[in-house]
C-alpha cells in the first residue's frame, strides 16, 4: 500500500517551490557524494605515493631518486615539489643578469618550493568548498521547504475550516520531510569535509618535511631531517 505521508506523496502534493527545494537538494547530494568520492580516492592514492618517500634518500643520484618516486602521474605533490626545485636551481644558476639573479640561490630555492607547496596544497584542497558550502546551507534550504510547506498547509486547513489531526499530520509531515532532508545532505558532506582536510593535512605536512629535506640537498649536496626553515603554506606573502 502506498504510503500517504512519504516521498512520493510530497511529491505529488508539492508546488513548485516545494519540488525546486527538492531537486536542488538532491543534486547538492549528487555533488557531495562526487567530490567525496573522487578526492577520497585520490587521498589514498597521495598515501601511497608519501610511502615510497624513503627511496628517494636511499637513491645514489637525483635522477635515480626521481624515477623511485615516479608513481602517481601528475597527482604526485612529491615529484613537483622535487622538479620545481631542480628546475628553481637550473634557473639561478643560468639566469645571473637577471633581478632575481641578485638573489642569493637559497633565497630563490625557498621561494620556488614554497610555491610548489602552494601550488600542491590547491590541487589536493580543490573541490573541498563543495562540501564545506553544501555542509552550511543545505539545512537552510531543507528548512526553507519545511517553512513554505508549513505555510501552504495552515492556508489549507484555514480554507476548509478544519484543524483535526488527519487534516494536519500529512501536510505538516510531508513539510518536516524537507527539513530530514537537508540535514540527510549536510551531514555527510561536513564530515567528509573534516576528513578530507585532516587527511590532505597530514600529507602536507610531509610534503613541508620534504622540501626542507630538498633544499639542504640542493644548497649542500646532503639532506636533514631538522626543521631549519618552515616553508608554511603562504608564509611570508
Known amino acids: 500500500m502506498n504510503n500517504p505521508y512519504g516521498l512520493a506523496a510530497l511529491?505529488?502534493?508539492?508546488?513548485?517551490?516545494?519540488?525546486?527545494?527538492?531537486?536542488?537538494?538532491?543534486?547538492?547530494?549528487?555533488?557531495?557524494?562526487?567530490?567525496?568520492?573522487?578526492?577520497?580516492?585520490?587521498?589514498?592514492?597521495?598515501?601511497?605515493?608519501?610511502?615510497?618517500?624513503?627511496?628517494f634518500w636511499h637513491a645514489r643520484s637525483f635522477a635515480e631518486g626521481m624515477a623511485a618516486i615516479d608513481v602517481g602521474g601528475s597527482l604526485n605533490p612529491f615529484r613537483h615539489v622535487a622538479v620545481e626545485g631542480q628546475a628553481a636551481v637550473n634557473h639561478h644558476a643560468g639566469n645571473q643578469d637577471d633581478l632575481h639573479g641578485q638573489l642569493t640561490l637559497a633565497d630563490w630555492l625557498t621561494e620556488s618550493l614554497r610555491g610548489a607547496i602552494d601550488e600542491?596544497?590547491?590541487?589536493?584542497?580543490?573541490?573541498?568548498?563543495?562540501?564545506?558550502?553544501?555542509?552550511?546551507?543545505?539545512?537552510?534550504?531543507?528548512?526553507?521547504?519545511?517553512?513554505?510547506?508549513?505555510?501552504?498547509?495552515?492556508?489549507?486547513?484555514?480554507v476548509s475550516g478544519q484543524a483535526s489531526i488527519d487534516k494536519v499530520a500529512g501536510p505538516v509531515g510531508e513539510a518536516l520531510i524537507m527539513t530530514a532532508l537537508g540535514l540527510a545532505v549536510a551531514i555527510p558532506a561536513v564530515l567528509a569535509y573534516n576528513a578530507?582536510?585532516?587527511?590532505?593535512?597530514?600529507?602536507?605536512?610531509?610534503?613541508?618535511?620534504?622540501?626542507?629535506?630538498l633544499r639542504a640537498y640542493f644548497l649542500t649536496g646532503s639532506p636533514v631531517s631538522r626543521p631549519e626553515l618552515k616553508l608554511a603554506v603562504g608564509a611570508g606573502r
Open 11 to 55: 511529491w505529488a502534493q508539492g508546488d513548485a517551490v516545494i519540488k525546486s527545494v527538492a531537486i536542488l537538494l538532491l543534486a547538492m547530494s549528487i555533488a557531495c557524494w562526487y567530490v567525496i568520492a573522487t578526492r577520497a580516492w585520490r587521498l589514498f592514492r597521495l598515501r601511497g605515493v608519501a610511502r615510497v618517500l624513503d627511496g
Open 120 to 158: 600542491s596544497a590547491e590541487r589536493m584542497n580543490a573541490g573541498l568548498s563543495i562540501l564545506a558550502s553544501v555542509g552550511s546551507t543545505a539545512p537552510f534550504v531543507g528548512l526553507f521547504g519545511t517553512v513554505w510547506g508549513i505555510y501552504h498547509a495552515l492556508v489549507g486547513i484555514g
Open 196 to 213: 578530507l582536510m585532516r587527511g590532505n593535512k597530514q600529507l602536507i605536512g610531509k610534503l613541508h618535511r620534504f622540501a626542507r629535506q
